[in-house]
């Protein structure tokens, strides 16, 4: 369970969240870029991010910034997959709000690419659906994006299994990746999981662990987890992430951290091996 494939790239099986360096609550700069690089020290080689990751209006791409400086930095960084979203707008408020149009697409392509430093970013995904843009349109734009070199793979995020399909269609059968919610707490993905498995597309579960703000409760929310975690003396957090690597070959959780000492717990999931029985406790959850 060491390693997973993302379209033609090898990746470790546990990959590295950003976005809780970037938005409200973040930590300070040094602790972030010690994150980084306690997560590229430990093996990973997938950092996801977005342009959308950020706190105030005139902070667009904060967590694409953090990340470029982070691997500029690391004897690794160039061996790393940067994984980063467009179609999400922060207006500075809290709120989140989206435009999936061709032409905003683009333009937040560009400027990802000139954060990021690149002359083509690794994987680039459409971040969210937009209700006043044909789906079809904004996945077209990925389409174009991919066919002129700007990105190398195509990935969707937040999409149900009809969106999954039309995605996979659109590009030619080059849809690499969907990143959806998935967690103890938040099931309703099966079916995208189990479709990205016929696929054989890679499943990136966003919030694994519950989320920013309830990770630390996965254990005493959820107790096989923690009746589990206890009896392999390891966190409930690691367990969680070994349970979802069982479910496919194509699930390649992307846990957000803000310290070192997490990115480190998560990605030793890698090594838990758990029992047929115990997977199948953990399902009934």
């Known amino acids: ?135 079809a349109e904004s996945v077209g734009a990925l389409r174009d994006l991919l066919d002129e070199g700007k990105i190398r793979m195509a990935g969707i995020s937040n999409a149900d299994p009809a969106r999954i399909r039309e995605a996979y269609d659109i590009l030619g059968g080059r849809l690499v990746s969907v990143q959806n919610q998935f967690s103890p707490a938040f099931r309703s993905s099966e079916p995208e999981l189990r479709l990205c498995d016929e696929l054989g597309i890679a499943f990136l579960p966003w919030s694994p662990l519950g989320g920013i703000v309830r990770a630390g409760e996965l254990g005493s929310r959820f107790a096989p987890f923690a009746r589990i975690a206890e009896r392999h003396g390891v966190s409930p957090q690691r367990v969680c992430l070994a349970w979802m690597l069982a479910k496919s070959p194509v699930v390649v959780p992307i846990p957000g951290a803000s310290r070192p000492e997490t990115i480190r717990d998560s990605v030793r999931a890698t090594e838990l091996a758990l029992t047929a029985e115990e997977i199948a406790e953990l399902d009934t959850v």
Not at 35 to 57: E, F, I, K, S
């Open 1 to 135: 369970m060491y390693t997973r494939r993302i379209g033609d790239t090898e990746v470790r099986a546990i990959g590295l969240g950003a976005m809780p360096m970037s938005i409200e609550g973040r930590p300070d700069e040094a602790r972030s870029l010690a994150t980084l690089h306690a997560a590229l020290d430990a093996g990973v080689n997938l950092v996801d991010t977005a342009d959308a990751y950020h706190r105030d209006a005139g902070e667009v791409g904060h967590n694409e910034t953090l990340i470029a400086k982070a691997l500029a930095a690391h004897d690794r960084g160039g061996d790393v997959l940067v994984a980063t979203k467009g179609g999400h707008l922060r207006p500075g408020d809290g709120s989140w709000t989206v435009d999936g149009s061709p032409s905003h697409l683009r333009a937040a392509c560009e400027a990802s690419l000139r954060r990021l430093g690149v002359e083509a970013i690794g994987l680039y995904q459409f971040h969210r659906p937009d209700p006043d843009v044909p789906y």
